[in-house]
């Protein structure tokens, strides 16, 4: 069982930034990731990174937020910047491993309000 810490949430006005990270128990990683998801949506994906760098985005987050991982491979980070209301939602991070398997964090909150 891989065990993902999620951390960064929080409430935060429109235009603002916040940071998430999550570490992962293994190292076996092979690609990390953030989903989100608002009351009464489907989870969807915010943003993900491969080991070798390649990033993909939502559209609705290309250039505010920014995904990297942790020297060690086995984090993940997510800035976010110029926070809208629209972004406020429930944060997991997601890990998929080299021997297919896929884990998920408890959710970090992510409130964008004034």
Request: hydrophobic share 30%; charged share 15%.
């Amino acid at each position: 069982q891989v065990h993902l810490v999620e951390s960064g949430g929080g409430l935060v006005q429109p235009g603002g930034s916040l940071r998430l990270s999550c570490a992962a128990s293994t190292s076996r990683i092979s690609g990390m990731g953030w989903y989100r998801q608002a009351p009464g949506n489907q989870r969807e994906l915010v943003a993900a990174i491969t080991n070798d760098g390649t990033t993909n985005y939502a559209d609705s987050v290309k250039g505010r937020f920014t995904i990297s991982r942790g020297n060690a491979g086995s984090t993940v980070h997510l800035q976010m910047n110029s926070l809208k209301p629209e972004d406020t939602a429930v944060y997991y991070c997601n890990a998929g491993t080299d021997y297919g398997a896929t884990f998920w964090g408890q959710g970090t909150q992510v409130t964008v309000s004034s």
